[in-house]
């Protein structure tokens, strides 16, 4: 069966500036908790380490260019450009940043930018980071910054990269620095972060920029195990903390009531100010990035919660197992295709079909060298993996869901958080020690995908 998308279908993958450039002169939060516990990350691999695009953007723009992009979404380093956040702006971040939008447009690649992709300036955190109201401002000052310098040759924007995670992995979780588990804090945070996106929306609209703003989603559908009124009651409430938390607001202007009954009613909600309901109905974007990557699935509690630990996002649920499930196993991530439709539709029929675009879905492999024919990676699981997916997506833009492109995770095997190079995502494989690039097999697939605007698939 051929699968054809429509005209001017985005083709293309996404990186961001902390996982590619390597090292800058202002200390991002991950500099800092390397240096103090470089344990935490996969063989003692820190942000150091990376794909070096800050030497290379040229060279690699132009494989960009192989791979028949015609768009790609990348971050700013907000401590690139201002090292302590607040103060002086840095001529060769500027000139750097120029030269890559410069170059991406004259090979006729749109150049899609994130502002925030978990990148937090230290000096930013050191005063709370976004606990603290003062580092909305600074943001929001941040963002005008890029709108001026660059507004002119980026038409698409995007203030946040998957919010959620530095609420979870760094006042949940523990799985990014600060390390807190307070949940009345991670709401402020989430919270302050909405705050922080429509102000910089705000200033976008102010300027009357050519080009359009929006924000990147992870959403994670909730699937209950069953339809039992106690398991449905424990999937609404996980998609409300981890989507609608972020999706109601930036598309509807507010947030979902029960949302806030719940945490109200439980004395974890953060401290608002009169203006701020103003502020939020004035982030409504232009268009969404979402990222998908796995389902959630969950089951009511099937015991009862420990009234000394910590308040949890799981005193209402638990996870579930699906038995028979398709699993990545080197991730620890479920496979489920299906979602990337059910996430179209849910947008379609419940927010009234807004623009978007799938901004991230990807497989990451441990140890691809295994897979090496004649000199190259043979990844057939990862050609498998994306056309299952686009043919799902093919099907929800059938069905009339506004659906404009699709942006693979990602474009050379990066630096990823503490997993540092643990499992591998690029359509080009990355020598660490040489920098030497090789375009896997999946490269030459979305190339061909990408010239066709179509593929065909049994």
């Known amino acids: ?84 956040g607040i103060g002086e702006v840095n001529p060769e971040a500027v000139d750097f940043y120029n030269q890559v939008i410069d170059e991406l447009n004259e090979q006729g690649i749109t150049p899609f930018i994130t502002l925030f992709h978990f990148d937090m300036p230290m000096a930013m955190q050191e005063i709370g980071g976004w606990e603290n109201r003062d580092v909305v ?129 439980c004395d974890q909600l953060p401290a608002c100010k009169p203006e701020d309901g103003f502020l939020i109905a004035e982030g409504k974007i232009d268009l969404l990035g979402v990222n998908y990557y796995q389902p959630r699935r969950v089951k009511c509690r099937d015991s009862a919660v420990n009234p000394q630990a910590p308040f949890m996002p799981e005193w209402f649920f638990d996870s579930y197992e699906m038995p028979g499930r398709k699993m990545n196993p080197y991730r620890g991530w479920e496979i489920y295709e299906p979602g990337i439709y059910d996430i179209l539709v849910n947008l379609r029929d419940n927010y009234g079909n807004p623009r978007c675009f799938i901004s991230e879905n990807g497989m990451g492999v441990e140890n691809e060298q295994r897979f090496i024919e004649n000199g190259q990676i043979n990844d057939q699981y990862r ?5 299952e997916h686009l043919a799902w997506l093919h099907k929800g833009i059938s069905e009339g869901c506004n659906c404009l492109g699709y942006h693979m995770w990602t474009f050379i095997d990066n630096w990823s958080w503490c997993n540092a190079y643990k499992n591998r995502y690029g359509f080009i494989q990355l020598d660490l020690k040489t920098q030497q690039r090789t375009i896997k097999k999946s490269g030459e697939w979305f190339a061909a995908t990408a010239l066709n605007n179509s593929f065909d698939k049994e």
């Open 1 to 84: 069966m051929k699968y054809a998308f429509p005209d001017n279908f985005w083709w293309g993958s996404a990186s961001s500036a902390l996982q590619t450039e390597g090292a800058r002169e202002g200390e991002t939060t991950w500099d800092y908790w390397f240096a103090r516990e470089p344990n935490r990350f996969h063989n003692g691999v820190g942000p150091q380490q990376t794909s070096t695009f800050y030497q290379h953007w040229k060279t690699d723009i132009q494989l960009l260019k192989q791979l028949n992009h015609n768009s790609f979404r990348t971050s700013i380093s907000w401590a690139r450009l201002i090292p302590d």
């Open 137 to 265: 401002d600074a943001y929001a000052r941040y963002a005008q910054i890029c709108f001026e310098l660059f507004g002119d040759r980026v038409l698409h924007w995007f203030t946040f990269n998957e919010p959620i995670v530095p609420v979870e992995g760094g006042y949940l979780y523990d799985f990014h620095y600060p390390n807190v588990v307070d949940f009345r804090r991670a709401a402020t945070v989430a919270y302050h972060t909405v705050l922080a996106h429509s102000k910089a929306v705000q200033a976008y609209r102010a300027g009357h920029y050519a080009g359009e703003i929006g924000i990147v989603l992870n959403l994670t559908p909730s699937y209950p195990r069953s339809q039992n009124p106690a398991d449905v009651k424990a999937a609404h409430i996980a998609d409300l903390m981890f989507n609608r938390s972020f999706l109601d607001p930036v598309l509807r202007g507010e947030y979902p009531a029960d949302l806030v009954a719940l945490l109200k009613s």
């Open 383 to 387: 050609i498998e993996f994306i056309s």
